[in-house]
């Protein structure tokens, strides 16, 4: 499943990456924080967002990230 970081105060997408653990990604990222080489930044909420692309249906989880 395609997955987007986003911060929540600028909505700037700062990663996009697919992953096949959703449910691990999420437990991981709700823990202490999520640290990329650029900065460090807590879970805020998640989004599971469904879309249709080239008339198939996709998903995209999208996760919120607020600065420490």
């Known amino acids: 499943m ?35 080489p650029f900065g460090s930044y807590k879970y805020d909420f998640h989004t599971l967002d469904h879309y249709l692309e080239n008339e198939v249906f996709r998903q995209e989880l999208v996760i919120y990230l607020k600065e420490e």
């Not at 700037?12 to 691990?24: F, I, K, R």
């Open 2 to 36: 395609n997955v987007v970081f986003v911060l929540t105060k600028t909505s700037e997408e700062v990663l996009e990456m697919v992953s096949n653990d959703v449910a691990g990604l999420l437990a991981a990222v709700q823990g202490e924080n999520v640290t990329f």
